[in-house]
């Protein structure tokens, strides 16, 4: 499976776990758990105030892809800071990821996870260098929205099923 390893993994834990291996959230991301669950973006006003909004989001080859429309506060952030945060509650373990969210605009990527986005029940089509469609979620904005890839450089999660633990990855920028 595509993706990358980790270059250091810290254990979080105080209570004797061992650190949680990083195939754990990997493999609930690859198997699409993500989609459809809650996920939150955290990013920073241009006044430094922080904004966090929900997204739905996709993992294909060790990213994040999630969609929002141009004028929206998200990502109108993101443009003037592409530094970000995503959040989630996988099946057996939360977890927040720091990285940076880009747009994507190349139409191989478009069209491949907007093929994703309709395998998981989301009938969107790609239009110049956006997503369309007849419905999104209500704080995306009207259509067209923008794919943005996230890639994450830190990851930490809290296992909330056994075996439990708490462990921080580290990944190459």
Not at 11 to 37: H, M, T
Not at 121 to 135: I, K, L, R, S
Request: proline share 10%; with cysteine; aromatic share 10%.
């Amino acid at each position: 499976m595509a993706g990358r390893t980790p270059i250091e993994t810290k254990n979080l834990d105080i209570y004797g776990n061992a650190p949680l291996p990083w195939s754990r959230p990997r493999d609930l991301f690859a198997a699409g758990i993500f989609f459809g669950r809650p996920a939150f973006l955290g990013t920073t006003r241009p006044d430094d105030r922080p904004h966090a909004a929900g997204v739905a989001a996709l993992w294909l080859d060790g990213d994040i892809y999630f969609t929002s429309g141009p004028e929206t506060r998200k990502s109108r952030n993101l443009a003037a800071n592409p530094a970000c945060t995503i959040s989630a509650s996988l099946e057996t373990i939360d977890m927040v990821l720091e990285g940076e969210a880009v747009r994507v605009t190349d139409s191989p990527t478009l069209e491949r996870l907007a093929a994703r986005c309709r395998e998981a029940g989301w009938p969107v089509q790609v239009e110049g260098d956006a997503f369309t469609g007849p419905y999104s979620a209500p704080s995306a904005g009207p259509p067209p929205w923008h794919l943005y890839r996230f890639t994450f450089h830190t990851a930490i999660g809290n296992a909330t099923a056994e075996p439990h633990g708490a462990t921080r990855w580290r990944f190459e920028p």
